[in-house]
């Protein structure tokens, strides 16, 4: 049975373990840029097999938070060179998160102060964050405007012009679509964001088409073996629901089957929260056979309150990954404690969100004195 510490290619990605940095929000990227502290962060955390970044916004109708970086200005992809190339002469493998929210937004983030876009005109029941003079808050989240299905070619397309300056300015390895969590993908999938009478809604195949021609376009530009995509089929994150949660997922890994992915990445349960959610049971050993049975080779990276042991047993059951989140914020050593069975630090959730380098780059490895925040 293979170990965490065991190397694996995944796709074009050669990676050193099976131990991933989860994507983490983290807004200490002003104006959408990266800030100065992100290269130290992610180069900290380089001994992770693979390192994705924190969900990162496509376009600028793609963001709903504050202080959230993108991938759509040459200053933002100047900035995460900087983060790659640190990375890379750390030793690490790093893909990005490729990010837009649909209705989880406000429309203080959006283009000219527009309406956040959505499959439906339905308000998420959900917050997100605005920081004014440093200081966070959380507001409701804005009414969205229904696209236009003539708009959603735009959609695709600017999934693509990201992955591509991703990988081509942002010397990035590859990309990760996010496709959970209740953000646009996520929308369009669940019944209770969308209410399309359009070939985007109503039959699963048609609430799956969105993500499904989002991801073959993407694999088209940059290669399937440099494209994940990430899926939370129950969680309750931002208000999304489906009652068909598990035909849905395995719909959608049917038709992702044959696109040559590098990975899947699922979130079991709630996100950030109970692997088991009350009342939305799920099979994630069936997923992934529908997965299997329909050629699909990506590798299977599980995520969710995952430790040591849990991680084990996940290999031992025919996981090939697992991702780590919270435990990646004050464990940039996470990898060696895990192999040396150390205790993980608790990190700081007043400096998870927003901030500078405090609860950021200053969380030492084992046995290192309490650092100075690195620059
Ligand atoms: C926490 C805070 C804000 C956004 C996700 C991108 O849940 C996020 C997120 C997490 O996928």
Redesign the pocket.
Known sequence: MPTLFDPLQVGQLALANRVVMA?L?RNRSPGAVPGPFAAAYYSQRASAGLLIT??TAITHQGQG?ADVPGLYAPEQLQAWKQVTDAVHAAGGCIVTQL?HVGRVSHTSLQPGGAAPVAPSAIAAKTKT?LIHDGVPSFVETSMPRALETAELPGIVADYVRAARAAVDQGGFDGVEI?A??G?LLDQFMKSGSNQRTDAYGGSLANRARLTVEVTAAVVAAIGGGRVGIRLSPVTP?NDVYDPEAQALAEYLLQQLAPLGLAYVHLIEGA??GPREVPDRPFDYAAARAAYRQAGGQGAWMVNNGYDAALAQQALDHGADLVAFGRPYIGNPDLVERLKAGAPWAESDRNTW?GGGAKGYTDYPAMGQPAATPAG
């Open positions: 994507p929000t924190e969900a938070y990010w964050v996010h959970a969590n953000y994150a996100t950030g969100y």
